[in-house]
T-cell receptor, first 114, second 116 residues
Framework: AAGVIQSPRHLIKEKRETATLKCYPI?????VYWYQQGPGQDPQFLISFYEKMQSDKGSIPDRFSAQQFSDYHSELNMSSLELGDSALYFC?????????????FGPGTRLTVL | AQKVTQAQTEISVVEKEDVTLDCVYE???????LFWYKQPPSGELVFLIR??????QNEISGRYSWNFQKSTSSFNFTITASQVVDSAVYFC?????????????FGKGITLSVRP
């Protein structure tokens, strides 16, 4: 069965650079969630989209922005990167705006900021 | 606001021992969902179980079992006859029932080490 695809899997950037993380949900899933997991921490919710509209927002820095496109894939754009942005970024997808409460996680993108 | 507490931070057992991972949650929702995820050293989040607030039946899946007690707001996870491959970080998580409240709130995680 198709799973959530995240690209790239690993990313190394310098401070103050920009990064774009991509998420391709499971086919026919219309909802995407983004989570950030710092070293030794639990995943923290950043933002979610349902039918290309933002549905919920967590503790996402103003330097970050995200959107969901017409094909339901999502991109997380991160600007002015800081050392503290080094983390594992997970994307999860579901259907029905989360109504079924089944979130399928991608493998994550490991971002390292030097 | 929703909250998940995993009071145990690290547990170390010898292979074949049974181990229970505790999870206590707080929510004002009457309908909610509880989850357990496993995160091995490779980093991916592996889904183990989802339980809704109306289903208090305990569940067993192989060596894994879950005990949901609404009266104490607990959703504990037991691994029977632990194996080295069970070594990982285990997260308990909670979500609401509606779309706008469907994000997952995770506990801090429990690092389980199973020694041969």
């Amino acid at each position: 069965a198709a799973g959530v695809i995240q690209s790239p899997r690993h990313l190394i950037k310098e401070k103050r650079e920009t990064a774009t993380l991509k998420c391709y949900p499971i086919p026919r899933h219309d909802t995407v969630y983004w989570y950030q997991q710092g070293p030794g921490q639990d995943p923290q919710f950043l933002i979610s989209f349902y039918e290309k509209m933002q549905s919920d927002k967590g503790s996402i820095p103003d330097r970050f922005s995200a959107q969901q496109f017409s094909d339901y894939h999502s991109e997380l754009n991160m600007s002015s990167l800081e050392l503290g942005d080094s983390a594992l970024y997970f994307c999860a997808s579901s259907r029905g705006g989360g109504e079924y409460n089944e979130q399928f996680f991608g493998p994550g993108t490991r971002l390292t900021v030097l | 606001a929703q909250k998940v507490t995993q009071a145990q931070t690290e547990i170390s057992v010898v292979e074949k021992e049974d181990v229970t991972l505790d999870c206590v949650y707080e929510t004002r929702d009457t309908t909610y969902y509880l989850f357990w995820y496993k995160q091995p050293p490779s980093g991916e989040l592996v889904f183990l179980i989802r339980r809704n607030s109306f289903d208090e039946q305990n569940e067993i899946s192989g060596r894994y079992s879950w005990n949901f007690q609404k009266s104490t707001s607990s959703f504990n996870f037991t691994i029977t006859a632990s194996q080295v491959v069970d070594s990982a970080v285990y997260f308990c998580a909670l979500s609401g029932s509606t779309g706008a409240n469907s994000k997952l709130t995770f506990g801090k995680g429990i690092t389980l080490s199973v020694r041969p």
